[in-house]
């Protein structure tokens, strides 16, 4: 009897993480005209792509950098100065192909800061991830008429499109006094799930907006958390995706009576990421005939699975004295400059986040003069994470939320942080599939009624369904107290209908 094959096609896409690149710019900010600069209190910055395309072997890519800067003039006011600054850089790589999904990740990795004279000088680290998608097809065997075939089952994922939505978000707050001057509006946003409900993909998360501003001869902080739930284009089932927030434009607009100010903010974030779905399948892993020899092509499998994006909190804090001989009388904003995740380990059932958070703190020394000092904050967090598995990829970013201090000893400064992290991992799956087998002489027939064996201990019952030309289901139905791997002292009855 001839084998009749059945093929069917299955999709293996996975996402490839290029070699990254690192471009530093460089920014002088003059204050001759502004009061000159006595120090630099405060300095944030984020980095957003613009625009990524794909040619072939290169991907051409905009950014857009940021920065906001708080300092004190000559006679000790509290100034402020923002910077936009565009940028384009080519990457090149042999795998690139023309129009291919690809997503460009951009963070700062290092800010360096110096005053020479009246002149800031700012100089940025900056790292650009790039990643495609790889589409993958492979022909596979789905059946084999006329043959015995063992059938296990096999994880697909297929690329569905990539989500690159935008969205609004804002926030009132009134503040209950005259406003004289908005010292610093900075805005970061995180995502902290993607859900895949009703054939719907949702990304949950939360945007971060600080407030400093001077009314009535003082100056205050304002932390605003600002939580958001966002339903993209991409649907389907099993659809996982690990996506990326990043605040793209931000608005302050100041309303309200001469005694009570209102502050509504707005920001629009910008979400990106591949959207996968895994298919769960039987395939055929092995094929034989009892009738002809079978010669039998096989291929491997393989790529990165994403299996979900989890989030993770944990508080940190330390201190910092001033210098010798001053003294705090009060202590004016306490701000999150920057928080760099500088590394995500992998291990079983945990993870471990590590990295270095930047505070700026403002403060009235014993003379009532603004003074400031900057709180390197270094943190090494170890997260119960289970199902994690020490060979997973990670990837991920982390925002600082919640800042708090306390004055000790009017000499030092207590900072109390809440780091955020959202962490997305992938999991290499590799499996064996028959793509295809061509039939070869004939084997002898046994036409004995009944065999007996006895198998040895390991073997498997697809294997002793191969030596004795049975079907696996047959050789259970006979024998029904058989599992799957023999123990070594099994005795095995197999009948058959001689025609």
């Given at each position: 009897?001839?084998?009749?094959?059945?093929?069917?096609?299955?999709?293996?896409?996975?996402?490839?993480?290029?070699?990254?690149?690192?471009?530093?710019?460089?920014?002088?900010?003059?204050?001759?005209?502004?009061?000159?600069?006595?120090?630099?209190?405060?300095?944030?910055?984020?980095?957003?792509?613009?625009?990524?395309?794909?040619?072939?072997?290169?991907?051409?890519?905009s950014g857009r950098l940021a920065l906001k800067l708080v300092y004190l003039d000559s006679d000790r006011q509290l100034k402020n100065f923002d910077y936009i600054s565009d940028f384009a850089e080519d990457l090149n790589d042999d795998c690139i192909v023309a129009d291919m999904p690809c997503i460009v990740n951009a963070h700062i990795v290092d800010i360096q800061s110096g005053v020479s004279g009246n002149e800031i000088k700012v100089q940025t680290v900056i790292e650009l991830t790039p990643a495609?998608?790889?589409?993958?097809?492979?022909?596979?065997?789905?059946?084999?008429?006329?043959?015995?075939?063992?059938?296990?089952?096999?994880?697909?994922?297929?690329?569905?499109?990539?989500?690159?939505?935008?969205?609004?978000?804002?926030?009132?707050?009134?503040?209950?006094?005259?406003?004289?001057?908005?010292?610093?509006?900075?805005?970061?946003?995180?995502?902290?799930?993607?859900?895949?409900?009703?054939?719907?993909?949702?990304?949950?998360?939360?945007?971060?907006?600080?407030?400093?501003?001077?009314?009535?001869?003082?100056?205050?902080?304002?932390?605003?958390?600002?939580?958001?739930?966002?339903?993209?284009?991409?649907?389907?089932?099993?659809?996982?995706?690990?996506?990326?927030?990043?605040?793209?434009?931000?608005?302050?607009?100041?309303?309200?009576?001469?005694?009570?100010?209102?502050?509504?903010?707005?920001?629009?974030?910008?979400?990106?990421?591949?959207?996968?779905?895994?298919?769960?399948?039987?395939?055929?892993?092995?094929?034989?005939?009892?009738?002809?020899?079978?010669?039998?092509?096989?291929?491997?499998?393989?790529?990165?699975?994403?299996?979900?994006?989890?989030?993770?909190?944990?508080?940190?804090?330390?201190?910092?004295?001033?210098?010798?001989?001053?003294?705090?009388?009060?202590?004016?904003?306490?701000?999150?400059?920057?928080?760099?995740?500088?590394?995500?380990?992998?291990?079983?059932?945990?993870?471990?986040?590590?990295?270095?958070?930047?505070?700026?703190?403002?403060?009235?020394?014993?003379?009532?003069?603004?003074?400031?000092?900057?709180?390197?904050?270094?943190?090494?967090?170890?997260?119960?994470?289970?199902?994690?598995?020490?060979?997973?990829?990670?990837?991920?970013?982390?925002?600082?939320?919640?800042?708090?201090?306390?004055?000790?000893?009017?000499?030092?400064?207590?900072?109390?942080?809440?780091?955020?992290?959202?962490?997305?991992?992938?999991?290499?799956?590799?499996?064996?599939?028959?793509?295809?087998?061509?039939?070869?002489?004939?084997?002898?027939?046994?036409?004995?009624?009944?065999?007996?064996?006895?198998?040895?201990?390991?073997?498997?019952?697809?294997?002793?369904?191969?030596?004795?030309?049975?079907?696996?289901?047959?050789?259970?139905?006979?024998?029904?107290?058989?599992?799957?791997?023999?123990?070594?002292d099994e005795r095995i009855v197999i009948y058959r209908e001689i025609g």
């Amino acid at each position: 009897m001839a084998i009749n094959i059945i093929t069917k096609t299955v999709n293996t896409d996975y996402e490839r993480t290029l070699d990254g690149k690192q471009i530093v710019t460089q920014c002088n900010f003059d204050t001759q005209s502004r009061g000159g600069v006595s120090k630099l209190c405060a300095l944030t910055g984020d980095v957003q792509i613009i625009k990524a395309q794909a040619l072939s072997k290169q991907l051409k890519i905009s950014g857009r950098l940021a920065l906001k800067l708080v300092y004190l003039d000559s006679d000790r006011q509290l100034k402020n100065f923002d910077y936009i600054s565009d940028f384009a850089e080519d990457l090149n790589d042999d795998c690139i192909v023309a129009d291919m999904p690809c997503i460009v990740n951009a963070h700062i990795v290092d800010i360096q800061s110096g005053v020479s004279g009246n002149e800031i000088k700012v100089q940025t680290v900056i790292e650009l991830t790039p990643a495609v998608v790889e589409i993958s097809t492979n022909e596979v065997v789905a059946d084999a008429e006329g043959a015995l075939t063992l059938k296990e089952p096999a994880c697909y994922q297929k690329y569905l499109g990539t989500v690159d939505e935008e969205f609004s978000l804002s926030e009132e707050y009134a503040t209950g006094v005259k406003v004289d001057d908005v010292l610093l509006y900075d805005a970061k946003a995180i995502v902290l799930g993607v859900d895949n409900n009703s054939d719907k993909l949702e990304v949950s998360g939360q945007a971060e907006i600080c407030l400093v501003y001077s009314a009535e001869g003082s100056v205050s902080t304002k932390n605003i958390s600002i939580p958001f739930v966002q339903q993209t284009a991409v649907t389907g089932e099993n659809l996982t995706a690990c996506v990326n927030a990043k605040i793209k434009d931000s608005k302050l607009v100041i309303e309200g009576d001469e005694k009570d100010n209102v502050f509504k903010a707005y920001v629009t974030v910008a979400l990106s990421g591949f959207v996968m779905q895994s298919q769960e399948e039987d395939s055929v892993t092995d094929l034989y005939s009892p009738c002809n020899k079978l010669d039998v092509s096989q291929i491997q499998t393989s790529f990165l699975k994403q299996t979900g994006v989890k989030k993770y909190e944990e508080r940190i804090s330390g201190s910092v004295a001033v210098e010798e001989g001053e003294s705090i009388q009060s202590i004016v904003s306490a701000v999150v400059t920057q928080n760099i995740l500088s590394s995500l380990v992998a291990m079983d059932d945990e993870l471990l986040a590590e990295g270095v958070a930047n505070t700026s703190v403002i403060y009235k020394n014993a003379d009532g003069e603004n003074k400031c000092i900057q709180i390197e904050l270094p943190y090494s967090l170890q997260f119960p994470s289970q199902g994690t598995c020490k060979d997973d990829i990670l990837s991920g970013n982390a925002i600082a939320t919640d800042c708090t201090y306390k004055k000790k000893r009017d000499k030092e400064v207590e900072i109390t942080l809440a780091i955020l992290v959202s962490v997305c991992s992938r999991r290499k799956i590799t499996a064996q599939a028959v793509s295809g087998a061509e039939e070869g002489e004939a084997l002898e027939r046994n036409d004995s009624a009944v065999s007996i064996y006895l198998p040895d201990k390991g073997e498997t019952i697809w294997q002793i369904a191969k030596t004795l030309g049975s079907s696996i289901e047959k050789i259970k139905e006979q024998n029904p107290d058989l599992t799957n791997e023999m123990q070594g002292d099994e005795r095995i009855v197999i009948y058959r209908e001689i025609g």
